[in-house]
Nanobody, 120 residues
């Protein structure tokens, strides 16, 4: 089973950019669809974006479409979330998650999360 570790969070001013990385362990990383989620204080966790195991299909939440980009490098066992034009409402803990390619949308493995804070 893959294990996930996020990195790249931090404090940024509104309008700025950050790139989050999610490194997966094991030789089966390319067998998983990968998703990004976030949870702000006092709110439920919400979907941000996802990419299929091959990278051929990518999905975004409406709230981030046009600002965020999900990509992956299976040779490096890593999935990325490039965040541009950040807004204070993007402040949250960001998590990556893995769903087996034979069971898409069912995220069974989660990272520990990385904090993103956007100041106004």
């Amino acid at each position: 089973q893959v294990q996930l570790v996020e990195s790249g969070g931090g404090l940024v001013q509104a309008g700025g950019s950050l790139r989050l990385s999610c490194a997966g362990s094991g030789r089966t990383f390319s067998s998983y669809d990968m998703g990004w989620f976030r949870q702000a204080p006092g709110k439920e966790r919400e979907f941000v974006g996802a990419i299929s195991w091959s990278g051929g299909r990518i999905y975004y939440a409406d709230s981030v479409k046009g600002r965020f980009t999900v990509s992956r490098d299976n040779a490096k066992n890593t999935v990325y979330l490039q965040m541009n034009s950040l807004k204070p409402e993007d402040t949250a803990v960001y998590y990556c998650a893995a769903a087996p390619r034979f069971n898409p949308g069912h995220y069974t493995t989660w990272g520990q999360g990385t904090q993103v804070t956007v100041s106004s």
